[in-house]
């Protein structure tokens, strides 16, 4: 008998054979139609795990099923090696990040390449690598140029933990996203991408991705908030200019009872300078300090404030309403000044009430009259405008349209859009990342590098611990103090590094043109490859990356560098690999090891078992018994499918068509339905197909008559299919069965559609003996289907009286008979 068959050697053999010979390297141009696949690049944190071993599998399919449909093919694979976790382990290990990183990368690299992944590696490269990073400093001087950075003091959030400032979207519930530190506030200086220009065609391209799901959709609608009302202006006592609020709710204008600035505005200063409120305003603002936005914004909390002695004017009403400072005032929204109006706003109804304001009704329910005296919500629905001269009576579908035009008219204000997205905080205070190529000089204040100059690399010789609020490379002398490039006169190097979102931006472009030395990228290999075709990540990356990178997607179309609006129009979103339902991880010590898998069962085991698990985009909860659940189900399966092609290998390659019989219209009907399964990324279905036709083809073997022609027909076809998904076995197998070529240079099969169409006989139903029904089914329906469709039929159930049949006898496929007890 033939030895089982050998993955080890096998996988290692041809894993080592398709790096050698750049197996995967795709030409520089598409030689025919394309297809651009990128799966979110890596952080090398360590080595491979399983959640790594899901998505490259999933795409790593995809991309095989297209080169196998005639696609030119475009699947590389980076390194997103700047930011904190490399830094913060190699501060602990006492190293320099880069050796770190480059040895996680080393080691990352070659597990995917193990994992048989069809990566064009002459394309990689880490973003740590100064042939990258010099880019990054380049676009951020073009960005400089276009007035898209700027540097600003504001306040920021600040990570004590970490020594850093974050931008908003890695502030989770008031907390470092990485460390889960309470984030504080800090008033620094700092470099921001001026990504609210571009908050609209952030929404409104959002059409174009009809490859996203309604919940990725709606997830950047939200964050991006757009909020559509009117800026009203409100003279105030003591100051020459008025002061702006943003309100959505111009309507209510009337009811406006009082004033509120956030404790921040440089107004309320003004105006409690040299007062009595002048104490009382600092030990305020000392408490709302310590507060995060959530604590400040949450329903929950009795919201807190003190009045700063002087009036507004309410511009339509003339009457003098208070001024308070509060801390649910936001000094980053809008414009930091509220018109409150306690009767429509919840906010302003709760802080009325607790310090005794006034309630006036603007809108009035068709229901009956709101009485303020005993109101205990704001109201928010419908009704008509009252005790608002003029307009009494105008219904509130119709109320905000028609009081903006009138402040417009009026001079008083103006229609105004607002929105939650602030602009993108890029500088950070830490080492690990691309220096921001900006020299500070005295006289000419911020000076670009000159570009002949770039890349600014990291100074290797720094003591990288973090020190506060100055990035460590504040302490490398000799890289800091240079000429100013204008004035010759000294000068000092920006100490930030930039953000790493700012990497994952744009390298699916550097993929194109990894080696340019010139410009980023060409234009015309970018007008060849891009927009990918499918784009494949984790979900938690809804926001904050492809915000981003959609964002900078729209400044290169802005700088004629691309073409297309939206750049990864399909994004397939996968599940999470977990065990007893928490995520894997050393410290919890549920980790499956992908190394294991690959020794005891292999490469084409682990994938198919992970793809097998269920639909790509559901999380999947490993077994307790961890990586030898794989030798339970898809490793016996492969040495089954190994063990019919060893069979079926003696007989003469196939020659033409085969004589059609019943297994080779099964064939063609799985490779219809396995192929619209690929499609549809629902690898887990097409396995199960391939399996019944595995079984079938043993069924038929042990036939008498069977045809040696056809089974290798059936065998070829399940190599074929399988090849995306186990791409090891499936090529071993094919030159076992003779041929010179390797499965992976073989066209996708096509089904003859008349072969493949669902054959129909009608099935009797017998009970006793006697026909009772007649039944339409599939020719190749199966006996469990044939009784379940049997017991289905009201006429046999009619003659069955309730009956538990004694017998119940199925021959596929015309004929279930029943028989029952007769007393
Ligand atoms: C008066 C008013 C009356 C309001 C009413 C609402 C209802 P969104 O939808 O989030 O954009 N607001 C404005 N700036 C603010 C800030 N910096 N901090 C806290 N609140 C602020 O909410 C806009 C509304 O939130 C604005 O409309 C304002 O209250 C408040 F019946 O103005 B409104
Ligand atoms: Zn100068």
């Known amino acids: 008998m033939e030895p089982d068959y050998e993955f080890r050697e096998v ?364 109101m205990d919500a704001a109201y928010l629905g419908e009704g008509v405008m009252v005790g608002s001269g003029t307009f009494d009576g105008t219904p509130s579908d119709r109320s905000v349209a028609a009081v903006t035009q009138w402040l417009e008219q009026e001079g008083r204000g103006r229609h105004a859009v607002n929105y939650r997205l602030r602009d993108w905080l890029i500088s950070r205070q830490r080492y690990w990342g691309t220096p921001i190529p900006i020299v500070h000089c005295a006289a000419c204040g911020e000076v670009p590098v000159p570009e002949e100059e770039l890349p600014v690399t990291l100074p290797d010789d720094v003591d990288f611990a973090p020190t506060g609020e100055q990035s460590p490379l504040a302490g490398a002398h000799e890289w800091v103090n240079v000429r100013c490039p204008k004035c010759g006169a000294d000068a000092h190097r920006d100490t930030d590094t930039m953000d790493t979102f700012v990497d994952s931006s744009w390298y699916f472009h550097r993929y194109l043109d990894a080696h340019n030395d010139e410009e980023p990228f060409a234009r015309e290999v970018d007008d060849a490859w891009m927009a990918i075709d499918q784009y494949t990540g984790g979900i938690e990356h809804a926001v904050l990356h492809l915000i981003y990178a959609r964002f900078w997607q729209k400044i290169l179309v802005d700088m004629g560098m691309a073409r297309d609006p939206e750049p990864f129009p399909a994004l397939l979103n996968q599940g999470q690999v977990t065990m007893g339902a928490k995520r894997m991880s050393k410290s919890r010590g549920n980790l499956v090891d992908p190394t294991k898998a690959f020794e005891r069962y292999g490469a084409d085991a682990l994938r198919l078992y992970i793809l097998f698990s269920g639909p790509p985009d559901a999380d999947f909860d490993w077994p307790e018994e961890g990586v030898d659940s794989i030798g339970r189900v898809t490793y016996p399966w492969l040495q089954r499918v190994w063990r019919l092609v060893v069979e079926a290998g003696d007989a003469p390659v196939t020659q033409g068509a085969t004589s059609a019989g019943p297994l080779i219209e099964r064939m063609h009907r799985t490779i219809k339905v396995v192929t619209a399964d690929y499609e549809a990324f629902s690898f887990n279905t097409a396995i199960a197909r391939l399996m019944e036709l595995v079984n079938d083809a043993y069924r038929y073997k042990a036939e008498p008559d069977a045809d040696a022609a056809v089974l290798r027909r059936v065998v070829e076809s399940v190599l074929l299919l399988l090849c995306p998904m186990a791409p090891f076995v499936t090529d071993e197998a094919w030159r076992r069965l003779g041929h010179e070529g390797s499965v992976h240079d073989e066209p996708w099969p096509v089904f003859d559609a008349l072969l493949a169409a669902e054959q129909e006989v009608v099935m009797i139903v017998q009970v006793n003996g006697r026909v009772r029904d007649r039944i339409t089914v599939p020719a190749d329906v199966s006996e469990d289907i044939m009784v379940e469709r049997a017991f289905g039929s009201d006429k046999v159930r009619e003659h069955l009286g309730g009956r538990e049949p004694a017998k119940v006898i199925a021959r596929p496929p015309k004929l279930v008979s029943l028989v029952v007890a007769t007393d």
């Not at 009767?343 to 310090?355: C, P």
Request: proline share 5%.
């Open 11 to 374: 996988e290692e053999r041809l894993a080592r054979e398709w790096v050698d010979t750049e197996r995967w390297a795709a030409p520089r141009l598409p030689s025919s139609d394309k297809r651009y696949v990128v799966t979110m690049f890596p952080y090398p944190s360590g080595d491979m795990h399983m959640g790594h071993v899901e998505v490259f599998s999933i795409h790593d399919a995809l991309a095989r099923f297209s080169r196998m449909r005639g696609f030119s093919v475009l699947s590389p694979l980076g390194f997103d090696a700047f930011g904190l976790p490399a830094e913060n382990a190699a501060i602990k290990r006492g190293i320099n990040p880069k050796e770190w990183t480059y040895a996680n990368i080393a080691q990352l690299k070659s597990s995917a390449q193990r994992l048989g992944c069809s990566f064009d590696w002459s394309r990689s490269f880490a973003t740590c690598d100064p042939s990258f990073y010099k880019w990054n400093q380049w676009f951020f001087l073009r960005f400089f140029e276009r007035g898209l950075a700027y540097r600003e003091r504001a306040p920021v959030n600040w990570c004590p933990n970490d020594k850093t400032v974050l931008a908003n979207e890695q502030v989770i519930a008031g907390r470092c996203e990485r460390c889960d530190a309470v984030v504080t506030k800090r008033w620094l200086t700092q470099w921001f991408f001026r990504t609210t220009d571009y908050a609209d065609r952030l929404i409104d391209d959002l059409a174009i991705n009809v490859g996203w799901s309604e919940r990725l959709k709606m997830l950047q609608r939200n964050w991006i908030g757009r909020s559509e009302g009117a800026e009203v202006r409100f003279d105030i006592e003591g100051e020459s200019e008025p002061v702006t609020v943003f309100t959505t709710r111009p309507d209510t204008l009337w009811g406006a009872t009082f004033f509120v600035l956030a404790p921040e505005h440089p107004l309320c200063d003004r105006l409690a300078r040299g007062t009595e409120y002048e104490g009382r305003l600092a030990s305020f603002r000392a408490k709302v300090e310590s507060l995060t936005e959530i604590d400040r914004t949450s329903t929950e909390r009795a919201k807190k404030g003190i009045w700063l002695g002087k009036h507004a004017t309410n511009p339509v009403t003339g009457e003098a309403i208070p001024i308070w400072a509060a801390d649910y005032v936001l000094m980053d929204y809008g414009t930091g000044a509220v018109m409150a109006v306690p009767a429509h706003d919840q906010r302003d109804f709760e802080f009325a009430r607790s310090y005794d304001l006034p309630v006036r009704v603007a809108i009035q329910p068709a229901s009956g009259a709101l009485d303020p005296s005993t």
